[in-house]
T-cell receptor
Framework: NAGVTQTPKFRVLKTGQSMTLLCAQDMNHEYMYWYRQDPGMGLRLIHYSVGEGTTAKGEVPDGYNVSRLKKQNFLLGLESAAPSQTSVYFC????????????FGDGTRLSIL | AQSVSQHNHHVILSEAASLELGCNYSYGGTVNLFWYVQYPGQHLQLLLKYFSGDPLVKGIKGFEAEFIKSKFSFNLRKPSVQWSDTAEYFCAVKKRNRDDKIIFGKGTRLHILP
C-alpha cells in the first residue's frame, strides 16, 4: 500500500552537478507527473507521461529531462544543476488526465548551492 | 491562456470560525475542478473534486465547494474550522477532455489559532 514513493527525500548539490530523482507508483496508473513547488508559486508542472515510453513537456521543462522506461517508474533528471532549481519536487500519478493527479509522493527537497 | 486565481494568500482564523476560500478560473469551456490540501511537511492530498452534476460538492473532513459556472468560481467552504485544518490549500482546474494539463492556483495558506 505504498502509493507513490519518491527517492531521495533530501539532497544538496553543487552548481553543475547532475542527479536523478526517482518516482515509483504501485497503482498501475498510466499518467505520471513531476511538479516543482516554490513559495508563492503553487505547483508547476515540469514534465509528464501518459504511459510507458512516453513523456511530454509541462509548464517549466527547461533544465530537466525525464524517462518512463517502465510503467511504474518516472525519473526526473537534472543534467547540470543551477541554483534556480532549488525547490521541492513532487511526483504524482493518476489513471486519467481528466481526473487530475490523484496521489502524490512525499516530495524531494533539493538545494543547489 | 487558462489561469486560476486564489484571492487570499494567507488567511488566519480562530477555531470554530467559518471558512471560505475563493477560487476563480479563466477558461470558458467545460472544466473539471479540484481542491487539494497540503498539511505542514506533507504531500498534497485531494480534498474534493467536481466533474459534473450537483454543483455543491462535499469532500473529506467536512469541507465542501460550490461550482458557480456564471462566476467561473469554485470556492471552498467549511462551517467550523479546527486547529488541524492549518494547511495550504490549492485550487486546480483542468479543461475537460482535452490534452491540456491541470493548472494549479498559487495556494492559500490557512492558519487556525487554537
Amino acid at each position: 500500500n505504498a502509493g507513490v514513493t519518491q527517492t531521495p527525500k533530501f539532497r544538496v548539490l553543487k552548481t553543475g552537478q547532475s542527479m536523478t530523482l526517482l518516482c515509483a507508483q504501485d497503482m498501475n496508473h498510466e499518467y505520471m507527473y513531476w511538479y516543482r513547488q516554490d513559495p508563492g508559486m503553487g505547483l508547476r508542472l515540469i514534465h509528464y507521461s501518459v504511459g510507458e515510453g512516453t513523456t511530454a513537456k509541462g509548464e517549466v521543462p527547461d533544465g530537466y529531462n525525464v524517462s518512463r522506461l517502465k510503467k511504474q517508474n518516472f525519473l526526473l533528471g537534472l543534467e547540470s544543476a543551477a541554483p534556480s532549481q532549488t525547490s521541492v519536487y513532487f511526483c504524482a500519478s493518476s489513471y486519467s488526465m481528466d481526473r487530475g493527479p490523484q496521489h502524490f509522493g512525499d516530495g524531494t527537497r533539493l538545494s543547489i548551492l | 491562456a487558462q489561469s486560476v486565481s486564489q484571492h487570499n494568500h494567507h488567511v488566519i482564523l480562530s477555531e470554530a470560525a467559518s471558512l471560505e476560500l475563493g477560487c476563480n478560473y479563466s477558461y470558458g469551456g467545460t472544466v473539471n475542478l479540484f481542491w487539494y490540501v497540503q498539511y505542514p511537511g506533507q504531500h498534497l492530498q485531494l480534498l474534493l473534486k467536481y466533474f459534473s452534476g450537483d454543483p455543491l460538492v462535499k469532500g473529506i473532513k467536512g469541507f465542501e465547494a460550490e461550482f458557480i459556472k456564471s462566476k467561473f468560481s469554485f470556492n471552498l467552504r467549511k462551517p467550523s474550522v479546527q486547529w488541524s485544518d492549518t494547511a495550504e490549500y490549492f485550487c486546480a482546474v483542468k479543461k475537460r477532455n482535452r490534452d491540456d494539463k491541470i493548472i494549479f492556483g498559487k495556494g492559500t495558506r490557512l492558519h487556525i489559532l487554537p
